[in-house]
């Protein structure tokens, strides 16, 4: 039998569940009694079978064939809590030919993201003698169709999308209107920060009319990090793919080194990123996910890495050296403690009081932070001494983001960890502040090439 706690719980979800009922589609009381009890029923089914109360109440919801489109908007509503715990699956007995025709979409497009890195050479481009022209629009070849994917699958508006495509005309031109040359910092600094700016783009499009909400924004850091472990996956296996090929054509005098170079590593690479988003998609029957699990393990050794680092510093008293590459990896680093942070909160159930998890969590946010202002002690020192470089200047504005971000976020995790404000306040903050990045990195690749002299 259920402790008392558990069928509160319980209680509380079959009511806002029969609320949104009402509320969306008028049902009579009557009928909604009977889907109640049905409802019941599929709970004390599941809670016997050895699913937690939670669980079984999720997995019940979905079972309500009878209301299959309403259990989905449902879903969406509440996914803070069911990404945590089961996630927005397709309903099993779904129809097979809507899981087939997602995948005929995301395919197609994948081969026309493929298609469109190519598509320059019939021009006279290749990727050797014009290596600038494809590094200033590498992400336009493959972010316009993953958002095309996502306009499809939340069935936009008209004008949504027109908004949307509106936006990657904008970012072409900037991408191609000023003379950069090969070598020039501000080429560089455009290739790393046009994706940022336009993985905002994608964002809207994934969330659709819930991006205005902290929870549809939050979902949408959950499946940056999905697709990212997927698209790695993807790309060892095509790493080993790669490397059989040639192994095995090699072996009968035939040398696959130009097809490999010129069309299988780019085209797939490409093609991939859709891959990996339909996957994303696909998988949402699993229950746990794997960039929450991965926090739990990398965020003790990042910790770690960090105060030894700051340590190592303190005892031998050298500074940071802050050539390009070094700026590079550090930034990484602060981002990878981000990334970290947001999956531990996506992951996180709010209701749950403080642990030693989330003490570790403030040991990580509090030595980045010390990293992050050792970091941009060193940058201002080198442009006082040596003045302003657009590698430079980027990499200030990016720490200070950092900086605020982090600081913030450790005064309100001490703050929860104390019981002195809610985890939905850290929650907001981080949503909230995901435009930010979006904007500066917008800045960059707008106004640095002009303002550098395109140097």
């Known amino acids: 039998m259920a402790t008392p706690e558990r069928a509160v719980s319980l209680e509380e979800q079959i009511d806002q569940w029969r609320s949104y009922l ?7 009381a009557v009928d909604v009694a009977e889907l ?5 029923e599929q709970v004390a089914g599941l809670t016997e079978a050895g699913l937690a109360t939670d669980e079984a109440f999720l997995v019940a919801v979905k079972r309500m064939g009878d209301l299959d489109s309403l259990s989905r908007e449902f879903a969406r509503e509440h996914s803070d809590r069911l990404w945590k715990q089961l996630v927005m699956s397709p309903e099993p007995e779904a129809p097979q030919t809507a899981a087939r025709t997602d995948s005929v979409v995301a395919f197609g497009l994948a081969a026309a993201a493929a298609v469109a890195v190519k598509l320059p050479a019939a021009f006279g481009l290749d990727f050797d003698g014009d290596a600038p022209f494809y590094a200033r629009n590498a992400s336009l070849f493959v972010l316009p169709l993953l958002t095309a994917y996502f306009a499809w699958k939340r069935k936009l508006d008209r004008g949504t999308v027109l908004w949307l495509a509106l936006a990657f005309v ?7 209107m000023y003379p950069l040359a090969e070598n020039a910092h501000t080429l560089v600094l455009t290739v790393m920060h046009l994706p940022i700016a336009l993985w905002l783009v994608v964002g809207i499009a994934y969330a659709g009319d819930r991006w205005g909400t902290s929870e549809g924004r939050m979902d949408f850091i959950r499946f940056s990090g999905e697709l990212f472990i997927y698209y790695v996956l993807i790309a060892l296996g095509g790493g080993v793919l790669t490397a059989f090929m040639a192994m095995i054509f090699q072996g009968i005098g035939i040398d696959p080194e130009s097809f490999l170079q010129e069309w299988l590593v780019p085209c797939g690479a490409a093609g991939g990123v859709l891959v990996a988003a339909w996957l994303v998609e696909a998988k949402q029957s699993v229950i746990e996910n794997m960039a929450p699990v991965l926090t739990r393990l990398f965020t003790p050794l990042f910790a770690a890495l960090l105060l030894t680092f700051l340590g190592a510093m303190l005892v031998t008293g050298r500074g940071i050296d802050i050539e390009r590459e070094m700026l590079i990896a550090f930034d990484l680093l602060l981002v990878v403690v981000l990334g970290l942070l947001l999956y531990s909160v996506s992951a996180r159930d709010p209701r749950a009081r403080p642990g030693t998890f989330d003490v570790m969590q403030i040991v990580l946010l509090l030595s980045a932070l010390v990293a992050d202002a050792v970091l941009l002690s060193a940058i201002l020192a080198r442009i006082g001494e040596f003045g302003f470089s657009p590698n430079r200047v980027a ?18 995790y001490i703050r929860f960890v104390r019981g002195n ?16 990045y979006a904007v500066w990195a917008a800045i960059v690749v707008l106004v640095f090439p002009p303002l550098f002299g395109y140097i």
């Open 22 to 28: 009402r509320r969306r589609q008028a049902i009579h």
């Open 36 to 40: 109640e009890d049905h409802l019941r």
């Open 170 to 176: 904008a970012a072409a031109v900037a991408a191609n």
């Open 395 to 412: 990499a200030l504005g990016m720490n200070v983001i950092l900086l605020v971000n982090l600081a913030w976020s450790a005064v309100l």
């Open 421 to 436: 404000a809610p985890f939905a306040a850290l929650e907001r903050w981080q949503t909230n502040y995901l435009p930010v």
